[in-house]
Nanobody, 121 residues
Framework: QVQLVESGGGLVQPGGSLRLSCAAS????????MRWIRQAPGKGLEGVSD????????DYADSVKGRFTISRDNAKNMVYLQMNNLKPEDTAVYYC??????????????WGKGTLVTVSL
């Protein structure tokens, strides 16, 4: 069955960096676009970034553009989110999710359980 397992969350000070990882299994990873979505405490879901199946096309929310970088390794069935210059407003649970096609086409059909990122002094 499809499984997406996030890791790499934690507590970081403002201005710091974290790298989130998502391990995928149960499907042909290289055939699907992937995305990161976050949910801040008491707020709704926000799309953070997405990446096409071949990794050659990416997109970012305006709130993270220039600070976050999405990437994937199809040989390892992994997708990553490098987060730099973190701000308190980046505090959220971050979810890895799979789009149902090779190109970016939300809504995603499978989600991981999420990893918590807390940005605070």
């Amino acid at each position: 069955q499809v499984q997406l397992v996030e890791s790499g969350g934690g507590l970081v000070q403002p201005g710091g960096s974290l790298r989130l990882s998502c391990a995928a299994s149960g499907f042909t990873f290289g055939n699907y676009a992937m995305r990161w979505i976050r949910q801040a405490p008491g707020k709704g879901l926000e799309g953070v970034s997405d990446i096409r199946s071949d990794g050659k096309s990416t997109d970012y929310a305006d709130s993270v553009k220039g600070r976050f970088t999405i990437s994937r390794d199809n040989a390892k069935n992994m997708v990553y989110l490098q987060m730099n210059n973190l701000k308190p407003e980046d505090t959220a649970v971050y979810y890895c999710a799979r789009d149902p096609t090779a190109w970016v086409a939300p809504p995603p059909d499978y989600w991981g359980k999420g990893t918590l990122v807390t940005v605070s002094l």
